[in-house]
Every structure is written in C-alpha cells, then in structure tokens.
T-cell receptor, first 116, second 113 residues
Framework: AQTVTQSQPEMSVQEAETVTLSCTYD???????LFWYKQPPSRQMILVIR??????QNATENRFSVNFQKAAKSFSLKISDSQLGDAAMYFC?????????????FGEGTQLTVNP | EPEVTQTPSHQVTQMGQEVILRCVPI?????FYWYRQILGQKVEFLVS????????KSEIFDDQFSVERPDGSNFTLKIRSTKLEDSAMYFC???????????FGPGTRLTVT
C-alpha cells in the first residue's frame, strides 16, 4: 500500500516571501500522479497542482511549483510571493495511474501561516 | 465553472440514527468518491463508485455504510446506525474519464451526539 508523509505539521512565511512544503511517499509503482490540495478554514478541498510521474518537468501553476524527485520519492510544493490568502492546510496526495477511479491517499497535512 | 455540491452543509444526529449525505457530482463525470476527515486529521478514502457499482472500498467502509446513485445525478452516502466516532467532515468528489483529477465538494459536517 502507498503511504504519504508530510513531516512539517506547521510552517510559517512572511507575506511576499517564498516557502517550501515537503512531502515524501512510498510506492512500488512506476506510474502515478501526485497532487497538492489546499484546505482553507472553510474546509473545502481545492486542487492546487498535479504532477504525472512519467514527466520529468516539474509542474507549475502561477505562483505554485513543485520539485518532483522520483528516485527520492519526494514531492515538495514551493509557493512564491506568498499572499495572506495562501494561509491554509496543505495536503499532499498520491494516486495510482493504473486505472481511472483510483483512490487518493493523503498525507497528514501542513498548516501554513502567512504573516503580514 | 462546474462544481460538486453537497447537502446538507451540517447535519446533527443522535447516536443510532440513520443519516443520508447527498452529493451532486459534476455532470459529465463518471467516477465518484466519498472521503472522511475527522477533525484535525488527514482525509481518508471511504469508497469509489463507477458504473453503478462500488469500485473500491476501504476498511472504514463497513456494513453500516452504503452508497447509491438513485437518479443519475445525485450520489448518496448512507450511514445506517451512526456512532459517536462517525462525527467528521464527509467529502464527495468526482472525476471525469481519463482526467485523473478529483474535484471535491464543500463537505458535510456530521455531528453525532
């Protein structure tokens, strides 16, 4: 079974600065997807970014980018120019590529605080 | 932009009662999921549903849980006899064919007293 680990329960960053959230995972599969979801105080789960394991290029979405290290099974999220609205719980998630309809396996989450 | 909706937003029930949580997935999506998040904990998979049957279920999804797509638009989670430990946020998610991204609803907060 796959596992996802987020070793930073809490992180903080100053507004306009850059922060990196860490995630590691364990799998025996070669093809899979990785995601970062944001959960603000409303508790809605919002998809931030996704990475396909077969792609060497790191995914980027505006101020959000990932550092995907497949051999190390590491998948970190970098938030540039942090904004107050980025404050939330961030979850890393894994899913198999074997079939559509596969479950997401989540990490424990990292609570990000953005200081003005 | 299409979105997943869930009702009610908050449900309070007494232990032993049955509850039905409702979800309306995005209209052209084919895969449907329920997840649970106990307060302060990570999100846990409960069940996936495709082509009118369960594709996969976790060990949490025992006989007290059931899912249904009664009318081609709604997707429901029923808990037959609620326990205190069922208190959690329940999220519905849906996914399109070959998209590999799950879109979540806003959740239903279930409180069992």
């Amino acid at each position: 079974a796959q596992t996802v680990t987020q070793s930073q329960p809490e992180m903080s960053v100053q507004e306009a600065e850059t922060v990196t959230l860490s995630c590691t995972y364990d799998t025996s599969e070669s093809d899979y997807y990785l995601f970062w979801y944001k959960q603000p105080p409303s508790r809605q789960m919002i998809l931030v970014i996704r990475q396909e394991a077969y792609k060497q290029q790191n995914a980027t979405e505006n101020r959000f980018s990932v550092n995907f290290q497949k051999a190390a099974k590491s998948f970190s999220l970098k938030i540039s120019d942090s904004q107050l609205g980025d404050a939330a719980m961030y979850f890393c998630a894994y899913r198999s590529e074997e079939t559509s309809g596969s479950r997401l396996t989540f990490g424990e989450g990292t609570q990000l605080t953005v200081n003005p | 932009e299409p979105e997943v909706t869930q009702t009610p937003s908050h449900q309070v029930t007494q232990m032993g009662q049955e509850v039905i949580l409702r979800c309306v997935p995005i209209s052209n999506h084919l895969y449907f999921y329920w997840y649970r998040q106990i307060l302060g904990q990570k999100v846990e998979f409960l069940v996936s549903f495709y082509n009118n049957e369960i594709s996969e279920k976790s060990e949490i999804f025992d006989d007290q849980f059931s899912v249904e797509r009664p009318d081609g638009s709604n997707f429901t989670l029923k808990i037959r006899s609620t326990k205190l430990e069922d208190s959690a946020m329940y999220f519905c998610a849906s996914e399109g064919l070959a998209v590999y991204e799950q879109y979540f609803g806003p959740g239903t907060r279930l409180t069992v007293t």
